[in-house]
């Protein structure tokens, strides 16, 4: 089974600052990973994934994470952040039956 | 193309009472699923579908039966709904061989 750690519940940042979000994961087989975006009373929308290859993927909205196998982690960043960010961003695994485990979620609150 | 909906959005119960939570998509994927998001837990798998006729257990089925009606829609039930079940509600579909989820709009459930 695989499980995910969000590490930081929490994250205020000022407008136009750089924000990055930790994930750290735990399995004993391959995985995927993912961070997903949920805005106020919507749904969940996928930023970026990564299945293979290049440890830097990039995603919508300017967001970019890093795959670290050694670290076991997957952290999101952006380097300038709106106001529109503001949202709840979840870490999310799956091995390859496709079921995702997800972290318990980080709240990002951009302020002017 | 609407990609999943889920119906209705927001329904309140009282304690014993039975109601289903409809779900469908149009994006003739396989496999559909079922969360619940409950603060600071993230979304966690009730039930899901790998394919039309087919059902399985996820983390935190007590309480709920699923029906997948057909390719297109996958119902969750609750038959006597209790407090704990106050939540938002998640349906999620995914193509086949592929990776990514799409989410729904959700569905708020208040128990008293």
């Known amino acids: 089974a695989q499980s995910v750690t969000q590490l930081d519940s929490q994250v205020p940042v000022f407008e136009e600052a750089p924000v990055e979000l930790r994930c750290n994961y735990s399995s004993s087989v391959s995985v995927y990973l993912f961070w997903y975006v949920q805005y106020p009373n919507q749904g969940l929308q996928l930023l970026l994934k990564y299945l293979s290859g290049s440890t830097l993927v990039k995603g919508i909205n300017g967001f970019e994470a890093e795959f670290n196998k050694s670290q076991t982690s997957f952290h999101l960043r952006k380097p300038s952040v709106h106001i529109s960010d503001t949202a709840e961003y979840f870490c999310?695994?799956?091995?390859?039956?496709?079921?995702?485990?997800f972290g318990a979620g980080t709240t990002v609150t951009v302020r002017a | 193309n609407a990609g999943v909906t889920q119906t209705p959005k927001f329904q309140v119960l009282k304690t014993g009472q039975s109601m289903t939570l409809q779900c469908a998509q149009d994006m003739n994927h396989n496999s559909m699923y079922w969360y619940r998001q409950d603060p600071g837990m993230g979304l966690r798998l009730i039930y899901y579908?790998?394919?039309?006729?087919?059902?399985d257990k996820g983390e935190v089925p007590n309480g709920y039966n699923v029906s997948r009606l057909n390719k297109r829609e996958f119902s969750l039930r609750l038959e006597s709904a209790a407090p704990s079940q106050t939540s938002v509600y998640f349906c999620a579909s995914r193509g086949t061989s592929a990776e990514t989820q799409y989410f729904g709009p959700g569905t708020r459930l208040l128990v008293l």
């Open positions: 579908s790998a394919s039309e006729g087919t059902t």
């Open positions: 999310a695994v799956s091995a390859n039956d496709y079921k995702l485990s």
